[in-house]
Nanobody, 115 residues
Framework: QVQLVESGGGLVQAGGSLRLSCTAS????????FGWHRQAPGKQREWVAG???????NYADSVKGRFTISRDNAKNTVYLQMNSLKPEDTAVYFC?????????WGQGTQVTVSS
């Protein structure tokens, strides 16, 4: 059973930065790709960024150039560095991974950006 635990969310002013962490247990971490998603109030969950097991990254257009996803296989942790935050980045942020045909999600961490 894979467990994902996100942390690092909080309240920040527009233009500020936060770094989210997603720590995995019970997974073959180094063999897994991971993604970050977010869900704002009243909106559908949307994909934000992804990282392959080889370290290749992709980003949604809305965060490209501001967010950076990375991984530390020794710590079983995936990060999302968020810079130049905007009020529209306010959401609950989730990480996820797929393993043996199942999809796993963390409980989410709240990010609130004030204007």
């Amino acid at each position: 059973q894979v467990q994902l635990v996100e942390s690092g969310g909080g309240l920040v002013q527009a233009g500020g930065s936060l770094r989210l962490s997603c720590t995995a247990s019970g997974s073959t971490f180094s063999n897994n790709a991971f993604g970050w998603h977010r869900q704002a109030p009243g909106k559908q969950r949307e994909w934000v960024a992804g990282i392959t097991r080889g370290g290749s990254t992709n980003y949604a257009d809305s965060v490209k150039g501001r967010f950076t996803i990375s991984r530390d296989n020794a710590k079983n942790t995936v990060y999302l560095q968020m810079n130049s935050l905007k009020p529209e980045d306010t959401a609950v942020y989730f990480c996820n991974t797929h393993q043996y045909g199942s999809t796993y999600w963390g409980q989410g961490t709240q990010v609130t950006v004030s204007s």
